[in-house]
């Protein structure tokens, strides 16, 4: 299967061409895209990409997205883009949640805590916040088992008391989490930063299994509420 694979998440984006299946993920072509850069670029980049790699928008299989939590603004131009190509060529999406990325580059490392039935993915989330992905370890992946945004005390806490659940091992690919956990005595694992290539391994997954979203019902995982929301609350 050949897909279109598109992060917008970060301060690092990019978009992807990949081969591949469930098991599988070979990249064609890839870009990266600054973040600032997504809505006046993410369009014409995709086009060169498409273009350079000598592939036409309707030989794409499917399309893959990094659907949160992330930049607010960069996640809204990322799926409005992905929902509009995808309408064009007809095609499924695969919304890809950037935690479940950052669970699975700790998932190899896990074969050092054979006793471990839970693994967390944490990521900075600025106000010294943290956003939390909990997963049972399965013996064909991870099960998403709930997503939430804590204080790093609260992660601490949170996760020491699941410990008798087999869990206790935190992984991120940030250092300000990282060092939270360590001050807390929580074993925690460092991963690589979230790349497209990512989303696509997880977007050919999900793509192979049917494991799709419609894109009427494609939305953002912010996890966290808009600065606009918020602040438009009454004050009682």
Do not use: W
């Amino acid at each position: 299967m050949l897909i279109l694979a598109i992060d917008t998440s970060g301060k690092n984006g990019g978009i992807a061409l990949a081969r591949g299946d469930a098991q599988t993920c070979d990249v064609v072509a890839m870009s990266a895209i600054a973040h600032g850069t997504y809505s006046a670029q993410l369009i014409p980049q995709i086009d060169e990409l498409l273009r350079g790699a000598g592939i036409k928008l309707a030989e794409v299989e499917g399309f893959a997205v990094a659907a949160g939590p992330g930049s607010f603004t960069g996640l809204r131009v990322g799926l409005a883009t992905v929902k509009g190509l995808a309408e064009i060529v007809d095609r499924p999406i695969a919304a890809v949640s950037v935690l479940e990325c950052v669970a699975s580059l700790a998932l190899p490392m896990l074969a050092v805590f054979p006793s471990r039935r839970l693994l967390f993915a944490a990521l900075d989330a600025g106000r010294s916040e943290v956003f939390v992905g909990e997963y049972r370890v399965e013996p064909d992946g991870l099960g998403l088992q709930q997503e939430m945004i804590v204080s790093a005390a609260g992660l601490v806490a949170h996760v020491r008391g699941q410990e008798q659940s087999g869990a206790g091992i935190v992984a991120t690919p940030d250092n300000v989490v990282l060092d939270a956990l360590k001050a807390g005595g929580m074993p925690a694992m460092k991963t690589g930063h979230v790349h497209v290539t990512d989303v696509a391994r997880i977007g050919l997954r999900k793509l192979a299994a049917g494991e799709t979203t419609p894109g009427a019902a494609l939305d953002a995982n912010y996890i966290r509420r808009s600065d606009a929301e918020i602040f438009s609350q009454p004050k009682h």
